[in-house]
């Protein structure tokens, strides 16, 4: 039970260069997340997605873009890294709904130089 | 809109002492409750979570919540730490609304002493 997934681990990137962090999961959750992580600042969402093809802002989505065509996959695209974006990105999932608990990825750490 | 404070950013405790980590939330209507436990280098585990019912519940790991809805607090504890409990954990609320989403507190970072 591989649960969820995300890759790379670790990514060093340079400002302006697109960059994609990967999210799958194996338990057909409708819904998942992402959020990034900051000393000081928590956890944040940065977009959610209710199911394929449907996909909405969180509370820092700038810079950010993301698809849902798979239900299994939700990726994550820096357009042009900028390093205000060096951070600890997770992926989450809910089968439940949005107010429900999510279970998380291992992380990505991203450093954009 | 939900708010979830968790007052003590780090606590210290010794081996095999007790433990109590405060959580206080804001939700205008029946809150769902959790707390997640994250360890260095990793994501955040499910310990616990209350909907309804027994206010007291039982998570992984030997620890348990108690929802007080008088004090709108949800405070995490645990009869003997071990020296393996070391990490960061979050209370965080979300609730029955359809649009509400589940926030997160700032996290405790729990400190054991040997």
């Known amino acids: 039970d591989a649960g969820i997934t995300q890759s790379p681990r670790y990514k060093i990137t340079e400002t302006g260069r697109q960059v994609t962090l990967m999210c799958h999961q194996t338990?057909?959750?409708?819904?998942m997340f992402w959020y990034r992580q900051d000393l000081g600042h928590g956890l944040r969402l940065i977009y959610y997605?209710?199911?394929?093809?449907?996909?909405d802002k969180g509370e820092v989505p700038d810079g950010y873009v993301v698809s849902r065509s798979k239900t299994e996959n939700f990726p994550l695209t820096l357009e042009s890294a900028t390093r205000s974006q060096t951070s600890v990105y997770f992926c989450?999932?809910?089968?439940?709904?949005?107010?429900?608990?999510?279970?998380f990825g291992p992380g990505t750490r991203l450093t954009v130089t | 809109a939900q708010s979830v404070t968790q007052p003590d950013i780090h606590i210290t405790v010794s081996e095999g002492a007790s433990l109590e980590l405060r959580c206080n939330y804001s939700?205008?209507?029946?809150?769902?409750l959790f707390w997640y436990v994250q360890s260095p280098g990793q994501g955040l585990q499910l310990l616990l979570k209350?909907?309804?019912?027994?206010?007291l519940v039982q998570g992984i790991k030997g620890f348990e919540a108690e929802f007080k809805r008088s004090q709108s607090s949800f405070n995490l504890r645990k009869p003997s730490v071990h020296w393996s409990d070391a990490a960061e954990y979050f209370c965080?609320?979300?609730?029955?609304?359809?649009?509400?989403?589940?926030?997160f507190g700032k996290g405790t970072r729990l400190h054991i002493l040997p």
């Open positions: 209350y909907f309804s019912g027994d206010t």
């Open positions: 338990w057909s959750h409708s819904y």
């Open positions: 939700y205008g209507a029946t809150p769902y």
């Open positions: 989450a999932s809910s089968g439940s709904g949005l107010g429900y608990e999510q279970y």
């Open positions: 997605s209710a199911a394929a093809d449907i996909t």
């Open positions: 965080a609320v979300g609730g029955e609304n359809r649009d509400d989403k589940i926030i």
